[in-house]
């Protein structure tokens, strides 16, 4: 049965079929008894990008579109390592990147990590900062 | 000082609202161009604002926009798709147009969530982790949906975090938890599944004060799909004042910033947030219309659809009538968590700086839910269920710290965290253990996971069941929509599955049914069958009452020195004791004896025709030879009465009769005497208790409807002799 976003909601009661762990564990799966059995692996214990692109769906049919943007950042940023996430948000504070090295977190979003949202968003960041003297300082000794 | 930020609204600085679109652009918001925009212009214009609504709104004048926000028939959606298409300074206009009742009015509209709910803070100075899980769970058993704990030592976070999880799950399963803490240490912690939802990404109005916050709104929006990313539930936390304390609020309003912050948030795809001046509001406090501007902030939030988390959390004033009434405005209407961070310890452990409400002010909350029939998120838990569940709690981390290999949870501290009061009462911890402890949590990247199994290993199955749904949350990531919380059955209710749909009386979220039965059933409220039962008892312990006999049909005396004492229908009968435990026969002996000290003699009759003592005195005095009675009720409402005199006039009353004594009733019956005889008398003393009525006013109905009910109308008086 296909997915409804306006009517599929919550995924975890109205459509169990279709909510796995990334690893393929479907969520009844996740048990104690599987627990137990050493069958359930910590870093398992999260939604895929799947998930979360069905979440965007039911944020955006129920007329939220920024949250659903959001979460369909975020679906992009599953597959990306926790220390990398960090850097990015580290080279987005303020003072922090160079236009050029903005530029370099978006291709490698976009090329490496399959995250065009996000390669747009920094991009974007990328020009305000650049407007308003949030980049770096260093850029300018460099130049 | 306006040009500070000190002004609530109308800032000297605010802007004209103004929008300008160009081939489907925004170029211009607030009278600033494009080329003037600073990063949070730039924000909005580029995700903010919806051009085609924006077309719209245009056409309408404020004034209107106003009324739609007040007009039951106007629904939620409506309003909200509306909201998409203002400017910050827009926003500021409509909402300053309506007044506190008003804004209240549309609160209660626009809450996203059906039904509201409650935030607790759970803290210790000690970071006692047997009292963190106690706290956690109280808070969990008294209905609160979040638990925010945070840390003193920043490397404790890990055993904080854990602490709370237990806690939580033990008091009700789906209770979601946070600790704030630094973004890198939180989003790890929600990473190995410790903690459910973070709110600390915080957004100011200013460039300058974002920038000296070390964020951009696009470091914050990136920040938030990197939790929702981890599967993590994220508020933001916005407030006014905030800008004014950091020295930037460059000569705005706090509800334009406040409106610029709300803009922001929601354009960076933020479900919610904590909002309503949060940690300045004593700053706001302090300006005219400043608790009236807070409203407003929470209105805004709710309008542009956010969950609102409003405040109340940080202590607003040393008035506790300020405080309540500020409270007020986000209690009566509800909002998604009428506070962000109710102090289920006592203050002296909030190590939030906050603690506008506290442990001890808890039976107050659920006696004003009771008193306006209003859910504000906090259920009445009886004590015995409340000592169960801490030491549940208490016992369930002692046996994680076992299982896991921490510093032992002794048995003296689950005794302490089960029944004392403050982290005073705990015996310390090894501080140096506990933080390698906590280390090892990041280390060997310990997770929810094994939190579960340490707890079912130790026979806490059903906490470990609690624990690992937590988990599970994560994996449909269904409590990513705006206000979600999750019920004990682990059933989620966000505004997608269980909006707010309020249109008009009868509609909405309605505290009725079982629910308000739970809530009016307070530990503290008696039962006035038990009030009542008590006092009979307590009439009856000591010795056997003292009989009356009831001899004939009264007649009229002739004696001029006579004094009739009448007595109410239930006097020394169904009832027999005043209401300040005198009994009947003593006080009957008190008057006949002052009587008698006054040179008079005395009748005693019982009135059973009426209960009212005025009519008591008065039947009695046309029965007085002297003209001259003393009317009595039960509860010892006493009144000097005279034949000539109208029945509601009278020559002494005594109304409280919870401060008589033995000697009170004899210096009426010495008074009584005087008159009878044509002695001049000064009027007893007058005593006052205010407060006797408030007090005692449940006891006084429930005597006087006593007396009411041993009525037997037409029935002429009869003559007593006294047993």
Redo the contacts between chains.
């Keep these: 049965m296909s997915f409804d976003p306006s009517s599929d909601y919550p995924l975890g009661s109205r459509r169990p079929d279709l909510v796995r762990t990334p690893a393929g564990v479907p969520l009844e799966g996740v048990t104690l008894s599987a627990v137990r059995q050493g069958l359930i692996d910590a870093g398992d214990v999260r939604a895929t990008a799947e998930t979360l692109r069905r979440q965007a769906a039911v944020a955006l049919a129920s007329g939220r579109a920024q949250l659903s943007a959001n979460l369909e950042r975020a679906a992009e940023l599953t597959a990306i390592p926790p220390d990398t996430i960090l850097e990015i948000y580290t080279a987005l504070r303020p003072h922090r990147s160079t236009a050029a090295e903005l530029e370099e977190w978006a291709r490698r979003l976009e090329d490496e990590h399959g995250a065009p949202q996000a390669a747009a968003f920094v991009l974007e960041a990328r020009a305000a900062y650049a407007e308003r003297g949030l980049l770096a300082a260093v850029e300018r000794a460099r130049v | 000082m306006p040009e500070l930020g000190l002004v609530a609204f109308d800032g000297p600085n605010d802007p004209e609202p103004s929008l300008e679109i160009a081939d489907g652009r925004v170029v211009a918001i607030d009278g600033r161009p494009e080329a003037e925009?600073?990063?949070i212009d730039?924000?909005i214009a580029?995700?903010?604002i919806?051009v085609h609504v924006a077309r719209e709104a245009a056409e309408l004048d404020d004034p209107e926009v106003a009324r739609r926000l007040v007009d039951v028939d106007v629904p939620r959606?409506e309003l909200?798709?509306l909201s998409r298409g203002l400017t910050p300074a827009r926003l500021t206009r409509v909402v300053s147009l309506l007044d506190p009742v008003e804004m209240m009015f549309a609160l209660k509209k626009l809450r996203a969530r059906r039904a509201p709910a409650n935030q607790a803070h759970v803290t210790n100075l000690k970071e006692n982790p047997a009292l963190l899980a106690a706290d956690a769970a109280e808070a969990a058993a008294r209905g609160f949906a979040e638990i925010e704990t945070t840390v003193g030592v920043s490397r404790y976070a890990p055993l904080n975090a854990i602490a709370i999880l237990v806690g939580s799950q033990t008091g009700r399963p789906g209770v979601l938890t946070q600790c704030a803490v630094e973004?890198?240490r939180n989003?790890?912690l929600a990473?190995?599944?410790l903690v459910t939802y973070a709110e600390t990404l915080s957004v100011y109005g200013t460039?300058p004060v974002?920038?000296d916050g070390?964020?951009?709104p696009?470091?914050k929006?990136?920040?938030?799909?990197?939790?929702?990313?981890?599967?993590v539930k994220v508020r933001f936390t916005s407030g006014g004042g905030s800008e004014a304390l950091m020295g930037q609020a460059q000569g705005y309003s706090t509800l334009y910033l406040e409106a610029r912050c709300l803009a922001t948030i929601?354009?960076?795809?933020?479900?919610g947030v904590q909002n309503g001046s949060i940690s300045c509001v004593a700053l706001v406090l302090s300006l005219p219309g400043g608790v009236r501007e807070i409203l407003a902030e929470n209105l805004l939030a709710a309008w542009l659809?956010l969950e609102v988390a409003s405040g109340n959390d940080a202590i607003a004033s040393h008035s506790e009538i300020r405080k309540t009434a500020k409270l007020m405005g986000q209690f009566l209407p509800g909002t998604d968590f009428v506070t962000s961070g109710y102090s289920v310890m006592p203050r002296y452990d909030n190590m939030f700086g906050g603690g506008n409400y506290d442990a001890d002010d808890i039976e107050e909350w659920l006696t004003v839910q009771r008193d306006w029939q209003v859910d504000a998120g906090i259920e009445p838990v009886a004590e015995d269920e409340l000592v169960r569940v801490r030491e549940r709690a208490a016992r369930a981390i002692q046996a994680v710290f076992d299982e896991l290999g921490f510093p032992p949870v002794t048995e003296e501290e689950v005794e302490a965290a089960t029944h004392g009061y403050d982290s005073r009462d705990l015996p310390d911890r090894d501080r140096a253990a506990d933080v390698a402890a906590a280390d090892r949590v990041f280390d060997e990247?310990i997770?929810?996971?094994?939190v579960?199994?340490a707890l079912?290993r130790h026979g806490f199955?059903e906490v470990?069941?609690a624990v690992?749904a937590m988990?599970?949350?994560?994996?449909?990531?269904?409590y990513?929509?705006?206000s979600a919380i999750v019920g004990a059955d682990?059933?989620?209710h966000?505004?997608?599955?269980d909006p707010n749909r309020y249109s008009g009386p009868g509609t909405g979220y309605r505290l009725e049914g079982e629910r308000w039965e739970l809530l009016q059933s307070l530990p503290h409220v008696l039962d006035p069958a038990a009030l009542d039962a008590a006092r009979e008892a307590e009439g009856e312990t000591e010795e056997p009452h003292e009989k009356v006999r009831e001899l004939h049909v009264a007649s009229i005396g002739n004696r001029s020195d006579e004094v009739v004492v009448a007595v109410g229908p239930a006097f020394a009968d169904g009832l027999r004791a005043t209401i300040n435990g005198l009994r009947h026969g003593d006080v009957l002996r008190a008057i006949t004896d002052g009587i008698r000290e006054g040179g008079a003699n005395a009748r005693v009759v019982r009135v059973r025709r009426i209960s009212d003592v005025a009519f008591i005195g008065h039947d009695g005095a046309l029965l007085s030879g002297s003209g001259v009675a003393v009317g009595i009720q039960s509860k010892g409402t006493a009144v000097i009465h005279r034949a000539d005199l109208q029945p509601l006039d009278n020559l002494e009353l005594f109304g409280m009769s919870p401060l008589y004594t033995l000697d009170s009733y004899r210096a009426i019956g010495r008074n009584a005497a005087g008159y009878a005889t044509g002695r001049a008398v000064g009027p007893v003393p007058t005593m006052m208790d205010n407060f006797a009525r408030a007090k005692l006013i449940v006891r006084t109905t429930l005597l006087h409807a006593r007396e009411t009910a041993a009525i037997v109308p037409g029935a002429p008086p009869v003559e007593l002799e006294l047993g």
Aim: hydrophobic share 40%.
């Design positions: 925009f600073d990063a730039w924000f580029r995700y903010g919806d959606d909200v798709r973004e890198r989003l790890q990473i190995q599944g460039e974002f920038v070390d964020d951009t696009w470091s929006a990136f920040l938030a799909s990197a939790y929702a990313s981890r599967g929601r354009a960076a795809g933020s479900q659809d990247c997770s929810g996971i094994d579960a199994r079912d199955g470990a069941e690992l988990q599970r949350l994560k994996i449909s990531a269904d990513l929509q705006t682990g059933a989620v966000a505004a997608v599955n």
